[in-house]
């Protein structure tokens, strides 16, 4: 089994910064693209911040000049630096990683647990 743990999250001012962090465990053989995404209440989840294994980055207008995602693929870890951090920021923050197991073909599009942040205005 592969899992997918999150950490970083919590509640901070708006202006403030947060580093979020997800860590990627189980039988990995590589892992291919690693995104960050988000869903606000009531709202639907969307894409926050997308990285290749070849480390190409796509974000969301939103968060351009804010938000940095990066990765260690020798820690099959995924990080997002958040700062300027808006109260329309707040939502729980889901990674994904498109990853190949260890003898099994294909690929799995596997999601953490989420981790919430609250931007208090």
């Known amino acids: 089994q592969v899992q997918l743990v999150e950490s970083g999250g919590g509640l901070v001012q708006a202006g403030g910064s947060l580093r979020l962090s997800c860590v990627a465990s189980?039988?990995?053989?590589?892992?291919?693209?690693m995104g960050w995404h988000r869903q606000a209440p009531g709202k639907q989840r969307e894409l926050v911040a997308a990285i290749t294994g070849g480390g190409n980055t796509n974000y969301a207008d939103s968060v351009k000049g804010r938000f940095t995602i990066s990765r260690d693929n020798a820690k099959s870890t995924v990080y997002l630096q958040m700062n300027s951090l808006k109260p329309e920021d707040t939502g729980v923050y889901y990674c994904?990683?498109?990853?190949?197991?260890?003898?099994?073909?294909?690929?799995?599009?596997?999601w953490g647990q989420g981790t919430l942040v609250t931007v208090s205005s």
């Open positions: 994904n990683a498109n990853i190949r197991r260890v003898g099994v073909s294909g690929a799995l599009d596997a």
């Open positions: 189980g039988r990995i053989f590589s892992i291919n693209g």
